[in-house]
């Protein structure tokens, strides 16, 4: 059965710490994304990566950074924490075709004190 | 650019009641088309997709056919059951461009027994 995993499924953390969300995929997949969705807002790209080592800024990039060191796995960091970036964040991954549906974690809820 | 507008939910219906949530598109190419559905505490998971006109989409009673000269892909449903509430989502990858997918905001559905 294919996977995509979050490191966690609830967190808390404090303004100011640093954030480390991390995602793994087991499909050998070469596209790999952070969301973040909130109420009323939907779904919203923060990075995505299209291979290892590259990655490419989304709509909302800011107060946020990613790390791909390998074709597995695709971490998500928040440099210094701050309340507004309390959500939930979505990782999900692909093929690299159009046609190619996401395969999504079951997220994690960020909780910024 | 492209972009997905859904109607606005929630969306409440009584068990088997006819099912519509509306989706309309734009997109600079020929985009394949996709709904998925978020259950409540996990991650978006795969409905169905369309990648052609005049394809039609299906799974689990759940139909949408790919509209080109309306450019719609409205999900349907002939009788829902309770188990069907959840968020769901249309989305459209567009080959013309980055292969990033474009999602709506969601629309809840809620069926009572």
């Known amino acids: 059965d294919v996977k995509v995993t979050q490191s966690s499924r609830y967190l808390v953390k404090r303004t100011g710490e640093k954030v480390f969300l991390e995602c793994v995929q087991d499909m050998d997949h070469e596209n790999m994304f952070w969301y973040r969705q909130d109420p009323g807002l939907g779904l919203r790209l923060i990075y995505f990566?299209?291979?290892?080592?590259?990655?490419e800024k989304g709509d909302i990039p800011e107060g946020y950074s990613v790390s791909r060191e390998k074709k597995e796995r695709f971490s998500l960091i928040l440099e210094s924490a701050s309340t507004n970036q309390t959500s939930m964040y979505l990782c999900?991954?692909?093929?690299?075709?159009?046609?190619?549906?996401?395969?999504f974690g079951p997220g994690t809820r960020l909780t910024v004190l | 650019g492209n972009s997905v507008t859904q109607m606005e939910g929630p969306v409440t219906l009584s068990e088997e009641a006819f099912l519509t949530i509306n989706c309309t598109y734009t997109?600079?190419?020929?985009?394949?088309l996709f709904w998925y559905v978020q259950y409540p505490g996990e991650g978006l998971q795969l409905l169905l997709k369309a990648t052609k006109a005049d394809d039609k989409g299906s799974n689990k009673g759940f139909e949408a056919t790919y509209r080109k000269e309306t450019t719609s892909f409205h999900l349907e449903k002939g009788s829902v059951q309770v188990s069907d509430s959840a968020v769901y989502f249309c989305?459209?990858?567009?080959?013309?461009?980055?292969?990033?997918?474009?999602f709506g905001r969601g629309t809840s559905l809620i069926v009572h027994p």
């Open positions: 997109a600079t190419g020929y985009p394949s």
């Open positions: 989305a459209l990858s567009d080959p013309g461009g980055s292969y990033i997918p474009t």
């Open positions: 999900a991954s692909s093929l690299q075709g159009p046609t190619d549906e996401q395969f």
């Open positions: 990566s299209y291979d290892v080592k590259m990655k």
